[in-house]
T-cell receptor
């Protein structure tokens, strides 16, 4: 059974650009969450989607957005990149419905903003 | 709000030593508690969980007991191996009946086990 797949794994952007990250959840999983991991702030929740609907959003500026498609795949977008957006972005999936906290994480997309 | 505090690392141990990582939490309602582990270059993996007071989660020789009276969920392993070198995160999620779908994580504790 394939795990959570995130693409790209590594990318370098410059300030002001935008970036789109993709996440394919485990087959049958309908909930996808996104987290930002940085050395200074640790793991911070970005948003969670279930059946194409955003159910929860963290405390990030509007430059951070996401969406989920009918096949449960999800994308997140960051516009007008800032140096502080450099981070490992982790996607996690779960079957959804109930709030169990048992997430399956991908290996992450490491974004460097120059 | 919900928060998790775990002991700061890094922690360096010799193989077969006893490991304990302290974790305390603040939360409303009846949270579920977790330990996640992140091996070098990988995403997080669920190590163990406990969903109610006095529950003991266990996996791969690791254990943690949900102590509501002390709001703690300390991780322990009796004899660590080099392969246990990783970053360990304590986490909680609010009451499963709530509409809060996010995990709140501690800062993480880096553990290095030397042969």
């Amino acid at each position: 059974k394939a795990g959570v797949t995130q693409t790209p794994r590594y990318l370098i952007k410059t300030r002001g650009q935008q970036v789109t990250l993709s996440c394919s959840p485990i087959s049958g999983h309908r909930s996808v969450s996104w987290y930002q991991q940085t050395p200074g702030q640790g793991l911070q929740f970005l948003f969670e989607y279930f059946s194409e609907t955003q159910r929860n959003k963290g405390n990030f500026p509007g430059r951070f957005s996401g969406r989920q498609f009918s096949n449960s795949r999800s994308e997140m977008n960051v516009s007008t990149l800032e140096l502080g957006d450099s981070a490992l972005y982790l996607c996690a999936s779960t079957k959804g419905g109930k709030n169990t906290g048992e997430l399956f994480f991908g290996e992450g997309s490491r974004l460097t903003v120059l | 709000g919900n928060s998790v505090t775990q002991m700061e690392g890094p922690v360096t141990l010799s193989e077969e030593a006893f490991l304990t990582i302290n974790c305390t939490y603040t939360a409303t309602g009846y949270p579920s508690l977790f330990w996640y582990v992140q091996y070098p270059g990988e995403g997080l993996q669920l190590l163990l969980k406990a969903t109610k007071a006095d529950d003991k989660g266990s996996n791969k020789g690791f254990e943690a007991t949900y102590r509501k009276e002390t709001t703690s969920f300390h991780l322990e392993k009796g004899s660590v191996q080099v392969s246990d070198s990783a970053v360990y995160f304590c986490a909680l999620i609010r009451d499963p009946l709530s509409n809060d779908y996010k995990l709140s994580f501690g800062a993480g504790t880096t553990v290095t086990v030397r042969a």
